[in-house]
């Protein structure tokens, strides 16, 4: 079994679905159980990392509040590099770049210091979900802006039926789980 076999087969078993959260009609699918399993979350690190080239084919980690926070973290450390956190509005305390976008449910804004990478660093964009694309869409004009080239982009969990890879379609885009 391939090391993206063996996330994959983890995340499948420990993704729950909640429905009518955050709003009525929606089915939330929940990763924290995959976060919170040791042997799963090292797996998913590994597949992301291993997929990239590892740690000499980026520079940094972008990671996308909040879970990718959580993973972006792990590949970082799995790699020896640094994360940059891609916040929501407000909370980082100085100068910054944002983004706003459309969610499935809403709308939303990410935001990052506008001095957060060097000059052509290559940044890997971890989140957990693709969904609508939005989220991947603000965080990798923000690496952008911010001056860094995006060497990749990972998620766990790719949700097809939202077309969010369609919106991203000049990217190259890692998904360990695509429903």
Do not use: C, W
């Amino acid at each position: 079994m391939s090391i993206a076999d063996e996330a994959a087969a983890h995340v499948n078993n420990l993704l729950r679905d909640v429905a009518d959260f955050p709003q009525t009609g929606v089915i939330f699918k929940d990763l924290t159980p995959v976060l919170a399993d040791g042997p799963a979350l090292r797996a998913v690190t590994d597949a992301i990392v291993a997929h990239h080239g590892g740690p000499r084919a980026f520079d940094v980690v972008a990671g996308v509040e909040a879970r990718g926070f959580v993973l972006g973290a792990a590949v970082a450390y799995a790699a020896g590099v640094g994360i940059v956190p891609l916040r929501k509005a407000g909370k980082l305390p100085r100068e910054v770049h944002a983004a706003t976008y459309d969610l499935e449910y809403g709308e939303a804004t990410l935001e990052v210091h506008t001095d957060a990478f060097q000059p052509g660093m290559r940044a890997l964009v971890i989140d957990d979900v693709l969904a609508t694309g939005g989220t991947l869409g603000a965080a990798v004009s923000l690496v952008e802006r911010a001056g860094a080239v995006v060497a990749g982009i990972s998620v766990v969990l790719e949700l097809s039926f939202l077309h969010g890879r369609e919106r991203m379609a000049a990217r190259d885009i890692n998904a360990l789980v695509v429903v």
